[in-house]
T-cell receptor, first 113, second 117 residues
């Protein structure tokens, strides 16, 4: 079974600040996948990234970057130079040998202008 | 990119009625679709896994007779909330995986907000 912990329930930052959203996962699977999704106030889920357990390379996409560390079972997400449009709930999720995805509780990010 | 569409986006119904929500994969075939429920300010909880041509697999605690799932084709799965009650009011989201392997990307629908009066 998968378990995803997002210890930060709400974060507020001032625009242009950097912010890191933490995610810790638990799994017994040797092959697994980790995800980040964004849910803006409108409700739809926006896919941000998927990593598999064999690829520990960090990834950068524009202002977004992800730090995957198997040693600490963490998959943290950093937004650089945050913007008001980044305000949303961000979900970390994992998927093991089965197809279903387990979501964390989500971190609500508020970027204040 | 692949798109998953849900209909309706919003639905308000009276207690005791049944409501059907559709989930369509628009440009890919999905042998497996997933239905999630999200209560306000909470995470997404998997309700069931919908498999084309076979019975859905329900998560523990989800009443299969109340939440009827039909996956009649490779592009359509439906969730019917039978005899809806106010406690069924929630945001229902479906997802479909492109491809058959676990590596396929998950695409989510826009969600359907159900309000039961």
């Amino acid at each position: 079974a998968q378990k995803v912990t997002q210890a930060q329930t709400e974060i507020s930052v001032v625009e242009k600040e950097d912010v890191t959203l933490d995610c810790v996962y638990e799994t017994r699977d040797t092959t697994y996948y980790l995800f980040w999704y964004k849910q803006p106030p409108s409700g739809e889920l926006v896919f941000l990234i998927r990593r598999n357990s064999f690829d520990e390379q960090n990834e950068i996409s524009g202002r977004y970057s992800w730090n995957f560390q198997k040693s600490t079972s963490s998959f943290n997400f950093t937004i650089t130079a945050s913007q008001v449009v980044d305000s949303a709930v961000y979900f970390c999720a994992s998927s093991g040998g089965y197809q279903k995805v387990t979501f964390g509780i989500g971190t609500k990010l508020q970027v204040i202008p | 990119g692949a798109v998953v569409s849900q209909h309706p986006s919003w639905v308000i119904c009276k207690s005791g009625t049944s409501v059907k929500i559709e989930c369509r994969s628009l440009d890919f075939q999905a042998t497996t679709m997933f239905w999630y429920r999200q209560f306000p300010k909470q995470s997404l909880m998997l309700m069931a896994t919908s498999n084309e041509g076979s019975k859905a697999t329900y998560e523990q605690g989800v009443e299969k007779d109340k939440f009827l799932i039909n996956h009649a084709s490779l592009t359509l799965s439906t969730l019917t909330v039978t005899s809806a009650h106010p406690e069924d009011s929630s945001f229902y989201i479906c997802s479909a995986r492109a491809g058959t392997a676990n590596t396929g990307e998950l695409f989510f629908g826009e969600g359907s907000r159900l309000t039961v009066l």
